[in-house]
């Protein structure tokens, strides 16, 4: 089956606009995550959704930074008033959670760059 | 909360040699401990994982063993090839939980 998906594949905008990114996890996947990596760097956690339960939103760095997932399955990133600190690879990834931890799968990314 | 801790950051061998990537965790809940292979400009991708209820996992040329009482896992790469060259990150999570990585290890075989 399809993969983990994310639109769009590159987004450059001026500082201070607003962004949405898009992520499709695999369908029937109950987790999905979002991660940040900025060039040459780790992958800094920003949000964790898991079935119906409250997301845990301990890693978003600010609060322009906001995410939705609509009936359990696509996502959305939101970035308010841009900053080019903001610039950086947006993974969005998806694992069947049941009994256990399961395998996390990662979409190709959104390449963010603020100007 | 979890505390991934990843050594080397970076690490070149000669073609055929081995590597070994090493990864601690602080939260002794975490139970299962993957590692991701990411290619320049592509997505990580699982190439390995490990369940606490296990010391060892081998892959073909690719193992991992896990120390829980010392809380350090690791990664190995026997008769490296040029295409092993990546960056490695390892994580830990547990049940119902986020994944916390490591910082990554870059590794450059070379031929």
């Known amino acids: 089956g399809a993969g983990v998906s994310q639109s769009p594949s590159n987004k450059v905008t001026e500082k201070g606009k607003d962004v949405e990114l898009r992520c499709d996890p695999i369908?029937?996947?109950?987790?999905l995550y979002w991660y940040r990596q900025s060039l040459g760097q780790g992958l800094e956690f920003l949000i964790y959704?898991?079935?119906?339960?409250?997301?845990?939103k301990s890693g978003l760095p600010s609060d322009r930074f906001s995410a939705e997932r609509t009936g359990g399955s696509v996502s959305t990133l939101t970035i308010q008033r841009t900053q080019q600190e903001d610039s950086a690879v947006y993974l969005c990834?998806?694992?069947?959670?049941?009994?256990?931890?399961?395998?996390?799968?990662f979409g190709p990314g959104t390449r963010l760059t603020v100007l | 909360g979890e505390n991934v801790e990843q050594h080397p950051s970076t690490l070149s061998v000669q073609e055929g040699d081995s590597a070994v990537i090493k990864c601690t965790y602080s939260?002794?809940?975490?139970?299962?401990f993957p590692w991701y292979k990411q290619e320049l400009g592509k997505r990580p991708q699982l190439i390995i994982d490990?369940?606490?209820?296990?010391g060892e996992k081998k892959d073909q040329r690719i193992a991992v063993t896990l120390n829980k009482t010392a809380k350090h896992f690791s990664l190995h790469i026997t008769e490296t090839q040029p295409e092993d060259s990546a960056v490695y990150f390892c994580?830990?999570?547990?049940?119902?939980?986020?994944?916390?990585f490591g910082t990554g290890t870059s590794l450059t075989v070379i031929p």
């Open positions: 990834a998806s694992s069947l959670a049941g009994q256990g931890v399961t395998e996390q799968f």
């Open positions: 369908s029937g996947h109950t987790a």
């Open positions: 959704f898991q079935g119906n339960s409250a997301p845990d």
């Open positions: 939260d002794s809940a975490s139970n299962y």
């Open positions: 490990i369940r606490s209820n296990v």
């Open positions: 994580a830990a999570s547990r049940t119902g939980n986020q994944f916390y």
